[in-house]
Nanobody, 119 residues
Framework: QVQLVESGGGLVQAGGSLRLSCAAS??????MAWFRQAPGKEREFVAA???????TYSDFVKGRFTCSKDNAKNTVYLQMNSLKPEDTAVYYC???????????????WGQGTQVTVSS
């Protein structure tokens, strides 16, 4: 059906930046979102962007992360600035019909990309 491929993760020092990309193939949903999951923790909402470019952020990343998309390239981005060690997690791209913080409400997922922030 739909395939999502995340890229751009890596190892950075605290205060550094990374830009994650999510390349989509096939028929995508009207809402694209980013979640993250650290070891031993539940998958948590990071940011979402809908078809008319309205963006929703989690409180703990607001002011540091920026979500955007390029419709011509079928790609969603997550610019991550001022990274903290607690941002360390696997970051996943997903798609669905509406913005929600529940990962169970999204239709399909990428395989994730690892982000590690050292102190």
């Amino acid at each position: 059906q739909v395939q999502l491929v995340e890229s751009g993760g890596g190892l950075v020092q605290a205060g550094g930046s990374l830009r994650l990309s999510c390349a989509a193939s096939g028929r995508t949903s009207s809402t694209m979102a980013w979640f993250r999951q650290a070891p031993g923790k539940e998958r948590e909402f990071v940011a979402a962007i809908n078809w008319y470019d309205a963006i929703t952020y989690s409180d703990f990343v607001k002011g540091r992360f920026t979500c955007s998309k390029d419709n011509a390239k079928n790609t969603v981005y997550l610019q991550m600035n001022s990274l903290k060690p607690e941002d360390t997690a696997v970051y996943y791209c997903t798609g669905g019909s509406r913005v929600t913080v529940s990962p169970r409400c999204y239709d399909y997922w990428g395989q994730g990309t690892q982000v590690t922030v050292s102190s």
